[in-house]
C-alpha cells in the first residue's frame, strides 16, 4: 500500500511562487509514474504533469508549461512542483497520484493512489 501525503500549499498573491512536495510513505518502483492533478471549485480535476521514477521523464500540459516544473528525489521518495508566475486562475487543490502501470496517462482515472491534496489560493 502506498500513501501519498502532499504539502506546500498556501495563500500568495499573484507573480509569486510555491513548490509543493509529495512524500511517498511506501516503497515507489522504479516503472511507476507520479503524477500531480489539480481541482478547482465547481470544477473537475485537471492533469497538471507527471514524472516517470526510473528516467525522471517529465510531462507538462500546455496550459502550465513554462511556470510549472516537476522533479523527484528519488532518496527521499518525494516529487515536488514548483510552480513560478502564479496566477489567480492556479488557485485549486493539488494532489499527487500514482500511476502503477507506468503508462504515464493524463486522466485521473488512470491513477491508483492520491493523496489527500494540498490548497493553493493565488489572490491580491
Known amino acids: 500500500q502506498v500513501q501519498l501525503v502532499e504539502s506546500g500549499g498556501g495563500l500568495v498573491q499573484p507573480g509569486d511562487s510555491l513548490r509543493l512536495s509529495c512524500v511517498s510513505a511506501?516503497?515507489?518502483?522504479?516503472?511507476?509514474?507520479m503524477a500531480w492533478f489539480r481541482q478547482a471549485p465547481g470544477k473537475e480535476r485537471e492533469f497538471v504533469g507527471f514524472?516517470?521514477?526510473?528516467?525522471?521523464?517529465?510531462f507538462i500540459t500546455n496550459s502550465v508549461k513554462g511556470r510549472f516544473t516537476i522533479s523527484r528525489d528519488n532518496a527521499r521518495n518525494t516529487v515536488y512542483l514548483q510552480m513560478n508566475s502564479l496566477k489567480p486562475e492556479d488557485t485549486a487543490v493539488y494532489y499527487c497520484?500514482?500511476?502503477?502501470?507506468?503508462?504515464?496517462?493524463?486522466?485521473?482515472?488512470?491513477?491508483?493512489?492520491w493523496g489527500q491534496g494540498t490548497q493553493v489560493t493565488v489572490s491580491s
Open positions: 514524472i516517470r521514477w526510473n528516467t525522471g521523464g517529465t
Open positions: 511506501g516503497r515507489i518502483f522504479s516503472n511507476y509514474v
Open positions: 497520484a500514482i500511476d502503477k502501470t507506468g503508462f504515464a496517462r493524463t486522466t485521473a482515472s488512470g491513477y491508483s493512489y
